[in-house]
């Protein structure tokens, strides 16, 4: 499926900048579906990017739009590091404004900025999920009701190795 994968984004890119709002949203979600089977796609997606300004901008606004169905079929870090690829080459033409076609480029530039916030989220809640439950659990060890029971000097020496 991985090289299907990407010959399919190829075909799939170039119908999703098609004038036909009905071919274009089913050709998004075709590239969203490549980018789950083969994250090479990504790379290609990345090359593509300001020839395909277009298309990207309708892929990144399917992907916006769908993102809880779709967040769960993608992996995060290459998509974290497309979007951050694209960051850059929108704020390059949006700064120099020599691009006819900036508009297009605004709007990728929000839809970026919209599903980088949700993906560093994403990655965000698992970090806070963890410190919470280390939290937890030291907390729980130390206002044990049976606290008294334990030895305070064999728990100090697992603290204080060097005693």
Known sequence: MKQVGQQMFNFAIKAAGENNPELSKEAAGICIWCFSQNAECYKQWERAYGDNIEASVAILKKLSDDW?????KLSPDPLRDTLNGFKLK?????????????????????????????????????????VTVLALAVGFVFLSPNLESW??????AVFNPQH
């Open 68 to 72: 809880k169905e779709q967040s769960a």
């Open 90 to 130: 929108n704020e390059k033409v949006l700064t120099t404004g020599t691009d006819s076609r900036q508009g297009l480029f605004k709007d990728g530039d929000k839809y970026t900025k919209i599903i980088l916030g949700r993906v560093t989220r994403s990655h965000g809640c698992t970090a806070c999920l963890t």
């Open 151 to 156: 030895d305070v000097q064999k728990l100090s």
